[in-house]
C-alpha cells in the first residue's frame, strides 16, 4: 500500500514543480508610446537619453524574467522608424515629421538591444488611429490625412482611417508588410483598437462608405467583415514576407456576454469585441488568421461584472488550438481603484491560476512604468519566484518545427570563476534565431534540460559566446549548447564540456564529452 502512496505523492510533487517553472513561457510587457506613456519620457527628445532610458526599461524587464517586450512603433499613423509611408512620430522628436537628433532609427536600436538580452520584439501597431486628438497633436504637412482626406472619419477628438475603404486597407497592409521586410521583427502585434469605443450619443460616421461598400448586408455585420479583411490581409503578407514571423491580437477581455450570445462567457461587460469594436476573434483564431491572443483582462479575481477567474476560464476553452497568453493589468495599482489591486496577492495568484490551464501560454503586462516603483513588490515575485529560471517562448505547433544543426562550441575559456563558451553555427543553409546554453551539476541534471538548467539565451544568428559563473560551492559542472529556431525549437545539444575544481581551487575544462 506505501508504493502507490509514494507514486501519488511523486506526481504531485512533480506536477506542481513544474507548473511552478515552467521552461516554455511568454513573459512579455507592453511598452507604450502613444502620449509617452512608457517610453521615451514626456520631453525627451535627445537621441542619447532616449537611447539609455529604452536600455533601462529592457534591463529592468530582464531582471524580472520577461523574454519578450511588445513596443508601439506606429502610435497614430506616424513610425518611430525611418517610413516612406508615414512621417516620425510627434512623441519622438517633439513634432511630427522631424527626424530624430541626433540621428538614429529607433526601431533598429530597439530590435538590436532587446535581442541582445535574448528577448523576442514584437512590434506593435495601431492600425486605424490617425489623429490622437484633432485640437492638440502635431500634424506634418505630409502626413496621409492631408493627402488622402477622404479616407478619414472624425469621431469624438481624433480621426480614424474608415475602415470601410478597400483602399484603406491596402495601404494599411503596405505599411506593415514594410517593416516586416525591413526588420528583424519576432511579431506584429495589435492591441484592441479596431472600430473606435463608443461615443455615448454618436454614431461613428462610416454611412457613406457604408451606402457605397455595404452589399445589403447590415451595418454590424460590413463592420465585422471590414475588419476581418484587414486581418486576413495583413496575415496572408507577412506570411509570404517572412514565414516565421508571428502576429497577435490583444482585444478587449470581453468577446461576448452569454445574454447575447450562448458561446459568450458568464460575464456583464459594459462593452464587447464582437458588438462595439467589430473585432470577431474567435473567427481569427478558429481560421488561424492570428497565431496568438492576449485577452486584457485587466479586471481582479472576484469582479462581480467580469471577474478574472471567469474569463480566464472562458477564453482557455475558446484558444482553438492557438497561442493564449494574458494581460494583466498591473497598472491598476496607480489608480484609486477597489482594495483588490492593493492586495499583493492578486497578481501571484493570476499567475498560478493561469499555469493551471495548458491551454495557456503565458502573460503580458500593461504597462512597462507600472513596474518602475516595484508595485506590492510584484518585481521581487517575479525575480525570485515565478520568473526566478528563464523560460524560452513557446513554440507554435503551425509553424515550421524543423530542428536546427547542431551548434560547434569552438572554444573554452576559464577566466577566475567564469566559464566563456564560443559557440558557431555550422550550416548556413537554414535561419536560426540564436543560441541557448545550459549547465548541470552532473550528467542526470544536465540531460533534464528544464527551467532550472536553462542559463542563457542569445539572439545572435551566427555565433555568440556565453560567459556563465560557476557557482562557488560547486565542484565540477557540464555545459550544453543548443541552437533555436525562430519557432523555439531547439536542436540537439552539442557536446558536453566539463568543468571541474583542482587541488588548488582553480577552475579547468576536464574533458569535452561527445
Given at each position: 500500500?506505501?508504493?502507490?502512496?509514494?507514486?501519488?505523492?511523486?506526481?504531485?510533487?512533480?506536477?506542481?514543480h513544474?507548473?511552478?517553472?515552467?521552461?516554455?513561457?511568454?513573459?512579455?510587457?507592453?511598452?507604450?508610446?502613444?502620449?509617452n506613456?512608457?517610453?521615451?519620457?514626456?520631453?525627451?527628445?535627445?537621441?542619447?537619453?532616449?537611447?539609455?532610458?529604452?536600455?533601462?526599461?529592457?534591463?529592468m524587464h530582464?531582471?524580472?524574467?520577461?523574454?519578450?517586450?511588445?513596443?508601439?512603433?506606429?502610435?497614430?499613423?506616424?513610425?518611430?522608424?525611418?517610413?516612406?509611408?508615414e512621417?516620425?512620430?510627434?512623441?519622438?522628436?517633439?513634432?511630427?515629421?522631424?527626424?530624430?537628433?541626433?540621428?538614429?532609427?529607433?526601431?533598429?536600436?530597439?530590435?538590436?538591444?532587446?535581442?541582445?538580452?535574448?528577448?523576442?520584439?514584437?512590434?506593435?501597431?495601431?492600425?486605424?488611429?490617425?489623429?490622437?486628438?484633432?485640437?492638440?497633436?502635431?500634424?506634418?504637412?505630409?502626413?496621409?490625412?492631408?493627402?488622402?482626406?477622404?479616407?478619414?472619419?472624425?469621431?469624438?477628438d481624433?480621426?480614424?482611417?474608415?475602415?470601410?475603404?478597400?483602399?484603406?486597407?491596402?495601404?494599411?497592409?503596405?505599411?506593415?508588410?514594410?517593416?516586416?521586410?525591413?526588420?528583424?521583427i519576432?511579431?506584429?502585434?495589435?492591441?484592441?483598437?479596431?472600430?473606435?469605443?463608443?461615443?455615448?450619443?454618436k454614431?461613428?460616421?462610416?454611412?457613406?462608405?457604408?451606402?457605397?461598400?455595404?452589399?445589403?448586408?447590415?451595418?454590424?455585420?460590413?463592420?465585422?467583415?471590414?475588419t476581418?479583411?484587414?486581418?486576413?490581409?495583413?496575415?496572408?503578407?507577412?506570411?509570404?514576407?517572412?514565414p516565421?514571423?508571428?502576429?497577435?491580437v490583444?482585444?478587449?477581455?470581453?468577446?461576448?456576454?452569454?445574454?447575447?450570445?450562448?458561446?459568450?462567457?458568464?460575464?456583464?461587460?459594459?462593452l464587447?469585441n464582437?458588438?462595439?469594436?467589430?473585432?470577431?476573434?474567435?473567427?481569427?483564431?478558429?481560421?488561424?488568421?492570428?497565431?496568438?491572443?492576449?485577452?486584457?483582462?485587466?479586471?481582479?479575481?472576484g469582479?462581480?461584472?467580469?471577474?478574472?477567474?471567469?474569463?480566464?476560464?472562458?477564453?482557455?476553452?475558446?484558444?482553438?488550438?492557438?497561442?493564449?497568453?494574458?494581460?494583466?493589468g498591473?497598472?491598476?495599482?496607480?489608480?484609486?481603484?477597489?482594495?483588490?489591486?492593493?492586495?499583493?496577492?492578486?497578481?501571484?495568484?493570476?499567475?498560478?491560476?493561469?499555469?493551471?490551464?495548458?491551454?495557456?501560454?503565458?502573460?503580458?503586462?500593461?504597462?512597462?512604468?507600472?513596474?518602475?516603483?516595484?508595485?506590492?513588490?510584484?518585481?521581487?515575485?517575479?525575480?525570485?519566484?515565478?520568473?526566478?529560471?528563464?523560460?524560452?517562448?513557446?513554440?507554435?505547433?503551425?509553424?515550421?518545427?524543423?530542428?536546427?544543426?547542431?551548434?560547434?562550441?569552438?572554444?573554452v575559456?576559464?577566466?577566475?570563476?567564469?566559464?566563456?563558451?564560443?559557440?558557431k553555427?555550422?550550416?548556413?543553409?537554414?535561419?536560426?534565431?540564436?543560441?541557448v546554453?545550459?549547465?548541470?551539476?552532473?550528467?542526470?541534471?544536465?540531460?533534464?534540460?528544464?527551467?532550472?538548467?536553462?542559463?542563457?539565451?542569445?539572439?545572435?544568428?551566427?555565433?555568440?559566446?556565453?560567459e556563465?559563473?560557476?557557482?562557488?560551492?560547486?565542484q565540477?559542472?557540464?555545459?550544453?549548447?543548443?541552437?533555436?529556431?525562430?519557432?523555439?525549437?531547439?536542436?540537439?545539444p552539442?557536446?558536453?564540456?566539463?568543468?571541474?575544481?583542482?587541488?588548488?581551487?582553480?577552475?579547468?575544462?576536464?574533458?569535452?564529452?561527445?
Amino acid at each position: 500500500m506505501l508504493l502507490p502512496a509514494l507514486l501519488a505523492s511523486f506526481l504531485f510533487f512533480s506536477s506542481a514543480h513544474a507548473q511552478q517553472f515552467p521552461k516554455y513561457e511568454m513573459r512579455a510587457a507592453w511598452i507604450a508610446t502613444v502620449d509617452n506613456i512608457d517610453w521615451p519620457s514626456r520631453g525627451n527628445y535627445d537621441s542619447r537619453k532616449q537611447q539609455e532610458e529604452f536600455i533601462a526599461l529592457l534591463d529592468m524587464h530582464q531582471r524580472n524574467g520577461m523574454n519578450a517586450v511588445v513596443v508601439q512603433v506606429r502610435p497614430a499613423t506616424d513610425a518611430f522608424y525611418p517610413s516612406d509611408y508615414e512621417p516620425w512620430s510627434e512623441w519622438l522628436t517633439g513634432k511630427q515629421g522631424r527626424a530624430p537628433q541626433p540621428y538614429y532609427d529607433p526601431l533598429a536600436f530597439m530590435v538590436e538591444e532587446t535581442h541582445k538580452r535574448g528577448m523576442e520584439f514584437h512590434a506593435w501597431f495601431n492600425p486605424y488611429r490617425a489623429v490622437f486628438n484633432i485640437r492638440t497633436s502635431s500634424i506634418s504637412t505630409d502626413h496621409i490625412t492631408r493627402k488622402k482626406p477622404e479616407w478619414f472619419l472624425t469621431y469624438g477628438d481624433k480621426k480614424y482611417f474608415d475602415p470601410g475603404n478597400p483602399e484603406v486597407r491596402k495601404h494599411l497592409t503596405e505599411v506593415i508588410s514594410d517593416v516586416v521586410k525591413r526588420y528583424d521583427i519576432d511579431a506584429v502585434h495589435f492591441d484592441d483598437y479596431f472600430y473606435p469605443y463608443r461615443i455615448p450619443g454618436k454614431e461613428f460616421p462610416d454611412y457613406a462608405s457604408y451606402k457605397k461598400y455595404g452589399n445589403n448586408v447590415s451595418r454590424d455585420d460590413w463592420r465585422r467583415s471590414n475588419t476581418d479583411s484587414i486581418i486576413h490581409n495583413l496575415f496572408t503578407a507577412i506570411r509570404a514576407e517572412k514565414p516565421w514571423v508571428k502576429f497577435g491580437v490583444s482585444p478587449f477581455g470581453v468577446w461576448r456576454n452569454n445574454d447575447k450570445d450562448p458561446d459568450g462567457s458568464p460575464t456583464r461587460g459594459g462593452l464587447s469585441n464582437y458588438d462595439d469594436l467589430y473585432a470577431d476573434i474567435l473567427l481569427w483564431l478558429e481560421l488561424g488568421w492570428i497565431d496568438y491572443v492576449v485577452p486584457q483582462l485587466y479586471w481582479e479575481r472576484g469582479h462581480k461584472l467580469v471577474a478574472y477567474e471567469i474569463l480566464l476560464d472562458w477564453w482557455a476553452s475558446y484558444a482553438y488550438g492557438k497561442h493564449l497568453y494574458i494581460g494583466h493589468g498591473i497598472y491598476r495599482t496607480q489608480e484609486n481603484v477597489t482594495t483588490a489591486w492593493r492586495n499583493k496577492q492578486e497578481l501571484p495568484e493570476q499567475i498560478r491560476l493561469l499555469r493551471e490551464y495548458p491551454e495557456v501560454q503565458g502573460s503580458m503586462y500593461f504597462s512597462t512604468k507600472s513596474f518602475l516603483n516595484n508595485p506590492n513588490g510584484w518585481n521581487d515575485s517575479l525575480r525570485l519566484n515565478y520568473y526566478k529560471y528563464k523560460a524560452l517562448v513557446p513554440s507554435m505547433s503551425w509553424m515550421d518545427t524543423t530542428r536546427p544543426e547542431v551548434p560547434s562550441v569552438e572554444k573554452v575559456e576559464i577566466k577566475d570563476n567564469k566559464a566563456v563558451f564560443f559557440v558557431k553555427r555550422l550550416s548556413q543553409q537554414r535561419p536560426i534565431r540564436g543560441f541557448v546554453l545550459y549547465r548541470g551539476g552532473n550528467e542526470a541534471e544536465l540531460k533534464l534540460k528544464g527551467a532550472e538548467q536553462l542559463r542563457a539565451v542569445s539572439f545572435s544568428s551566427d555565433s555568440c559566446s556565453f560567459e556563465e559563473v560557476i557557482p562557488e560551492m560547486a565542484q565540477e559542472m557540464l555545459f550544453q549548447v543548443c541552437a533555436i529556431s525562430h519557432n523555439s525549437i531547439e536542436s540537439a545539444p552539442s557536446v558536453s564540456i566539463r568543468i571541474i575544481k583542482t587541488a588548488n581551487n582553480a577552475w579547468e575544462v576536464a574533458e569535452i564529452l561527445p
